[in-house]
């Protein structure tokens, strides 16, 4: 069965330091993955997602993943963190077992950005 | 629609009380999921519908939550005899088709119902 771990259940930053978010996964398949945000009192919304494309996946607002098979690890990364970076990042794969599409979340990140 | 719209965007009701929960997923979405989100935890899946019926129900925690969907479009989660540990933020997600090969299905959530239960 598919599963998916953050690492961290908090992330704090300075304004303008680079951000690194943390997910590992577990799949029998080859996953797809993706990072979802979620401001305060907005819905999710994508950022990226792996399709067994490209390993080095740019995503929205400067954001970007790296697909390592071998670390079986999807961590999301920024070169800059913004004050509107702060946010709630889930790291999710999809279920391919029955090819639903359903998606696994992992418990999430919280990430603080400083002034 | 141009998105996903859930509505109440919030339910404050009375323990033992039924609660329906509407979802109107993007027009032509075949694929449509629902989720819950407790407080301080991840997203737990529930159900999902391909058109109108539900292939997999796995995640409803008891007999007392129940979906259905019509018309291949809305959808509604109904939760009978509320307890106060239903309380959380109910997700919608909706995607073109469920499940594609090359992984490119991609749900687009709603912004949810929040559920109070006292």
């Known amino acids: 069965a598919q599963s998916v771990t953050q690492l961290d259940s908090h992330v704090s930053v300075s304004e303008g330091t680079p951000v690194l978010l943390r997910c590992n996964y577990s799949s029998s398949y080859s996953p797809s993955l993706f990072w979802y945000v979620q401001h305060p009192n907005k819905g999710l919304q994508l950022l990226l997602k792996?399709?067994?494309?490209?390993?080095l996946v740019k995503g929205i607002n400067g954001f970007e993943a790296e697909f390592k098979k071998s670390e079986t690890s999807f961590h999301l990364t920024k070169p800059s963190a913004h004050m509107s970076d702060a946010a709630e990042y889930f790291c999710?794969?999809?279920?391919?077992?029955?090819?639903?599409?359903?998606?696994?979340f992992g418990q999430g990140t919280t990430l603080q950005v400083k002034p | 629609g141009a998105g996903v719209s859930q509505s109440p965007s919030n339910k404050v009701t009375e323990k033992g009380k039924d609660v329906e929960l509407r979802c109107d997923p993007i027009s032509g979405h075949t694929a449509l999921y629902w989720y819950r989100q407790s407080l301080g935890q991840g997203l737990e899946f529930l159900i999902y519908f391909q058109g109108n019926s539900a292939p997999d129900k796995s995640g409803l925690p008891s007999d007392r939550f129940s979906a259905e969907r019509t018309g291949g479009s809305v959808s509604t989660l109904t939760i009978q005899r509320t307890q106060q540990e239903d309380s959380a933020v109910y997700l919608c997600a909706s995607s073109l088709i469920a499940g594609a090969l090359s992984g490119a299905n991609v749900l687009t959530f709603g912004a949810g119902s929040r559920l109070t239960v006292l």
């Open positions: 999710v794969v999809s279920d391919r077992t029955g090819n639903t599409g359903k998606l696994i």
């Open positions: 792996y399709t067994s494309a490209a390993t």
